[in-house]
């Protein structure tokens, strides 16, 4: 079964306005991580925030969680044409005595298309 | 680095037909994985294997067999191909550690008549 839930499903913004998605989980995660996959290819990571960090930047990006609401949040500030892609939250388990093996679970994903 | 590769990048197969998806990494990882992408889904662990000589099932095992032939390959075969394994496969790799991220492969988009 899918650990995060996205919201929105479809995002259309028009170039130069901020983009906000959001990830919603269940159980207990050692990290979350955000990737890119524009279509037809396959997925680029963009950003990993830890169970104990509050929010990252990264370029035009900033990532918050709140592990109290069990949620995230990636926004893209000042969005481009290129930006255009579907953008998945991915969770990282926390495994009896660390030994998770990096598995991760996706969500279904937001799509988003930046308007010239 | 080539990083993560796979092949074919696309296959059609018919109903109980086999096949075996290839993927490489060149990027010394000790972890690689197996996941497939349905229309408008994200992404579902098949298999994984954490080191070389190790594997383990993830979330939608079943109709599927891997095999860790060394570190750097990672095979995904169906046994008997049926119409719900249409998909897009993707392989990955992780580098040690705890958190790193994943680099993927470019896909391979199978369809099973």
């Known amino acids: 079964s899918q650990q995060g839930e996205e919201d929105p499903q479809a995002l259309s913004i028009q170039e130069g306005e901020n983009a906000t998605m959001n990830c919603s989980y269940k159980t207990s995660i050692n990290n979350l991580q955000w990737y890119r996959q524009n279509s037809g290819r396959g997925l680029v990571h963009l950003i990993l925030?830890?169970?104990?960090?509050r929010e990252k930047h990264s370029g035009r990006l900033r990532v918050t969680l709140d592990t109290s609401k069990k949620s995230s949040s990636l926004l893209i500030t000042a969005s481009r044409a290129a930006d255009t892609a579907s953008y998945f939250c991915?969770?990282?388990?926390?495994?009896?005595?660390?030994?998770?093996?990096?598995?991760?679970?996706f969500g279904q994903g937001t799509i988003l298309t930046v308007h010239p | 680095n080539a990083g993560v590769t796979q092949t074919p990048k696309f296959q059609v197969l018919k109903t109980g037909q086999s096949m075996t998806l290839q993927c490489a990494q060149d990027?010394?990882?000790?972890?690689m994985y197996w996941y497939r992408q349905d229309p408008g889904m994200g992404l579902r662990l098949i298999y994984y294997s954490a080191s070389e000589g190790t594997t383990d099932k993830g979330e939608v095992p079943n109709g599927y067999n891997v095999s860790r032939l060394n570190k750097r390959e990672f095979s995904l075969r169906l046994e008997s191909a049926a119409p719900s394994q249409t998909s897009v496969y993707f392989c990955?790799?992780?580098?040690?550690?705890?958190?790193?991220?994943?680099?993927f492969g470019p896909g391979t988009r199978l369809l099973v008549l």
């Open positions: 925030i830890r169970s104990n960090e």
């Open positions: 990027m010394n990882h000790n972890s």
């Open positions: 991915a969770t990282g388990p926390i495994g009896a005595g660390g030994t998770s093996y990096g598995k991760l679970t």
């Open positions: 990955a790799s992780r580098g040690t550690g705890r958190g790193e991220t994943q680099y």
